[in-house]
DNA sequence: GATGTCGGCGAACACTTGTTAGCTCAAGCT
DNA sequence: AGCTTGAGCTAACAAGTGTTCGCCGACATC
């Protein structure tokens, strides 16, 4: 029955190596089965608040999702696999607050007090993705490690872009903008990192660690801004 | 015969929930005891470069430093307690690196080159340690990380004092040099765990990312020196 | 309405895991 | 010389692991 067309079904299995290319199934049938991969999702980066990604197990996160071990293989080929989606998943949030950052218009001081209020609403409202990432970013699966590495990359180059673009900015070079833009990179991760840290405490602690984490940052970002204006750029034109 | 000496006894066994008072053992017997001790750090200090602490195990670390499972717990209650000796002793080697580098003279640019060298030195010599603190600094053990942190924030203190005695420094406020040490603190474990990254190549190709990795830090040190010289100090006298 | 597709399940496989009990025997003490 | 100590071993335990198999039954397609 199936003899005459091999090539067909081994272009089909071919295809599901992918293993979530739903676009050719339609309706409730794709429905359920996202609902399934989401539950997976989620009950993973639940888990991952308080594990590393190399110690998570299978069955740990069926069980957490309501699915069966076996369940698990009809959505990912293995855990690495959804540890390389929660990454995307979380930089991609990441890179909306970045943008909200860079987007934001005003003089110094106003652009460094916006920075902070943003990374630290996004801290609040998406603590699972950024404490995955910090978690992560040295951790002990390559992949995910080279994942988060290329995107704070391209990160640090779209920084560099936005600061190009401001007047401050005549007469530096392509390569000190990168550097510059390297180190607030870092500043801000090094922050969301901090403000994460802040609540294992009662609530008004809590409040407090917030804003002298938010005050130092700032001084800190102001320090930074210092150095920048003085900075001997090339000859002058 | 020991029936009238029992809290002698008692507190010999409560001594010995240190699990490595050693102290009132004498010669070969306590040589033997610190060779596996190390045997088994060692092993676990190894295994940790390409895992995380909360994914070791035990049978796997005593596998790897020749000791059966059961020898595991004449050393330690648990891997935690490994894991947090690791901590300690990575983070000394790292303290004396600091000490290094806030004991040397020179103008701004000779200290600056003087830092990523001892930086870029400690990492070649002790990566492990290096790998391991990066790894664990925000990773899932609770102990640990709180050990490092609390490490990191004295080194940060030490910091500010060695930039206060500087003659540069005169007016600034304690928590203003906090600040600028949090700074230099945090930028070196960054420059640290990009060293780690480099050697990922072929030996020719990861000379050249150190030599990037070491120019890119010491053109943002230099920014930040600019930025410190041009900080508004309180009310000059 | 028949037929094929495929997400989810239970069961089973062959391991590995942490931890304990009880033993041996070299080292140290009296 | 005897006696105690304790590091290290083997063996065993129960519990957990990743992964595969074959099946069911709701969905989709013709």
């Not at 969301?192 to 840290?197: C, G």
Request: proline share 3%.
């Amino acid at each position: 029955m199936f003899a005459d067309i091999p090539t067909l079904r081994w272009r089909k299995s071919a295809n599901s190596c992918l293993l979530n290319d739903v676009s050719h199934i339609v309706g409730v049938r794709a429905a359920q089965k996202e609902q399934s991969r989401r539950a997976l999702l989620d009950a993973g980066l639940r888990l991952l608040e308080h594990q590393n990604l190399s110690g998570l197990g299978v069955r740990e996160v069926t069980r957490a999702a309501g699915l069966s071990p076996a369940g698990f293989y009809r959505h990912f080929r293995d855990l690495d696999e959804l540890g390389v989606v929660l990454v995307t998943e979380s930089l991609q949030s990441l890179h909306l607050m970045i943008r909200k950052i860079l987007a934001e218009q005003g003089d110094a001081e106003e652009l460094i007090d916006g920075a902070i209020a943003v990374i630290a609403r996004h801290v609040r409202e998406h603590r699972a993705h950024i404490r995955f990432l910090t978690r992560e970013r040295h951790g002990g699966v390559r992949r995910v490690r080279e994942a988060i590495a290329a995107e704070l990359a391209t990160f640090t180059a779209e920084t560099a872009a936005a600061l190009g673009t401001q007047p401050q900015s005549a007469g530096w070079s392509a390569e000190d903008l990168r550097m510059l833009a390297g180190l607030y990179v870092e500043h801000l991760v090094a922050t969301a990192a901090a403000f994460l840290e802040a609540p294992d405490a009662p609530p008004a602690a809590a409040r407090a660690a917030e804003r002298r984490i938010a005050a130092l940052a700032r001084d800190q970002l102001r320090l930074i801004s210092l150095g920048r204006r003085h900075w001997p750029t090339a000859p002058r034109t």
